[in-house]
């Protein structure tokens, strides 16, 4: 699944040990979608259970527009797309982003989509290059200055 | 309601050894939607270069979070949990977490800030293995939002 991943230029690192990788080389992009149940999932499988992520009564009492994504949610669903195009989550070296806009997740069985677009910003060197991913919500970013140095 | 500054610097002593279960790696890795094969089969991971199943990248933060609480539900710090949004976050591998990791975390408070009458807290947390070496690196800014009158 990384026919994407552009073989026809040098001088970069390598991903999967199948092709070259130039700044600019794009990642595949993903979309998925948060649900309430996940965020319930998610604040089981994490341990945060700030009610911001599950009840509409407390978002609204502390100025929230309604129940939203633990950040974290988002930014770990999110490296997905990185971690299909290197097919090893254990390259990830340094993952970094800014939540700048909450993610709310009305309660309705479709909950919200989030896509994932991503870039080689940088060959760091012959074993690391860096990412720069956009994640977006209706069209609105909501994670900003998302980079990820990976091994390659 | 302003966190204390006098803070600023301040290191907590290591916590106790938080042992990486397979099956809470795999809880995690189904909770953010990636049923990678290195989170569940040995096998897998092993393929990939790692001597045990490994955890998602962003795991680290259940140890952080956890860990940081010392500072952050401390009523003496002043910070108020109930309006907290995150703000930016990073994390620092030097290798990936491993079930079987018997893993501790030191915290330290990196930078507190009064911007707008919000309070901004960044914390940085230090995770090393039964050997005491470094693992990874948390580093989270937490913003409580002011109380809007």
């Known amino acids: 699944m990384h026919d994407d991943v552009d073989s026809g230029v040098t001088g970069g690192g390598r991903v999967n040990g199948k092709a070259s990788v130039a700044v600019g080389t794009p990642l595949p992009p993903l979309s998925f979608r948060l649900t309430r149940a996940g965020l319930v999932r998610y604040a089981g499988a994490s341990g945060d259970f700030n009610p911001i992520h599950h009840s509409d009564r407390v978002a609204a009492g502390v100025g929230l527009p309604g129940v939203i994504a633990h950040g974290m949610l988002t930014m770990g669903a999110s490296l997905r797309a990185v971690n299909e195009w290197t097919g090893n989550p254990g390259s990830v070296l340094d993952y970094s982003t800014r939540f700048t806009r909450p993610v709310v997740v009305p309660d309705s069985d479709e909950g919200v989509e989030l896509t994932v677009d991503g870039s080689v910003v940088a060959v760091l060197d012959e074993a690391r290059v860096r990412l720069e991913l956009t994640v977006r919500c209706g069209g609105e970013k909501v994670l900003a200055r998302t980079r990820v140095v990976v091994r390659v | ?149």
């Open chain 2, 1 to 149: 309601m302003a966190v204390s500054a006098s803070y600023v610097g301040r290191r907590y002593p290591r916590t106790e050894p938080y042992e990486v279960g397979r099956e809470k790696i795999w809880e995690f890795a189904r909770a953010i939607g990636e049923p990678h094969p290195v989170y569940r089969d040995a096998a897998a991971a092993a393929e990939s270069g790692h001597p045990e199943v490994i955890a998602p990248p962003t795991f680290a933060i259940v140890l952080s979070m956890h860990a940081e609480e010392q500072v952050t539900l401390d009523p003496e710090f002043g910070f108020d949990f109930s309006r907290v949004i995150h703000r930016d976050q990073r994390f620092e591998y030097s290798r990936p977490v491993r079930a079987g990791d018997r893993l501790t975390v030191a915290v330290e408070v990196a930078a507190v800030a009064s911007v707008d009458g919000n309070d901004v807290v960044t914390l940085r947390a230090e995770i090393r293995d039964a050997r005491q070496e470094h693992v990874c690196t948390t580093t989270s800014t937490l913003v409580s939002r002011a109380v809007v009158v």
